[in-house]
């Protein structure tokens, strides 16, 4: 059993940045593939980032490429989710997910193994 605890959402203003942190409990941490969903308002949920165990392959929703980085440290079984240049249209609850199949994250997030409850990010003057 992982649970997933999210962190460092909150208000900020348009062309600003946040780092989201997503502690997961358990050892086998490392072995999982982490990941970042999000869901505005009255939408769908929304693919993020993914990052497989060793941060060999890295992914982006298309959203987000050149403005956001996700990154693990399995030392302290954080991943993170650093945000820059953020616009009104990033304002979301963030989740955390994990999973051990890559293919769960970019075909059927509904099968995730894991799941945080979210954190809120706001992006507005």
């Known amino acids: 059993q992982v649970q997933l605890v999210e962190s460092g959402g909150g208000l900020v203003q348009p062309g600003g940045s946040l780092r989201l942190s997503c502690v997961g409990s358990?050892?086998?941490?490392?072995?999982?593939?982490m990941g970042w969903f999000r869901q505005a308002p009255g939408a769908e949920r929304e693919f993020v980032a993914v990052?497989?165990?060793?941060?060999?392959?890295?992914d982006y929703g298309d959203s987000v490429k050149g403005r956001f980085t996700i990154s693990r440290d399995n030392a302290k079984n954080t991943v993170y989710l650093q945000m820059n240049s953020l616009k009104p249209e990033d304002t979301a609850v963030y989740y955390c997910?994990?999973?051990?199949?890559?293919?769960?994250?970019?075909?059927?997030?509904?099968?995730?193994?894991?799941w945080g409850k979210g954190t809120l990010v706001t992006v507005s003057s």
């Open positions: 358990g050892r086998a941490f490392s072995s999982y593939i």
């Open positions: 997910a994990a999973d051990e199949f890559y293919a769960t994250f970019v075909r059927d997030p509904s099968a995730m193994d894991y």
């Open positions: 990052i497989t165990g060793s941060s060999g392959v890295i």
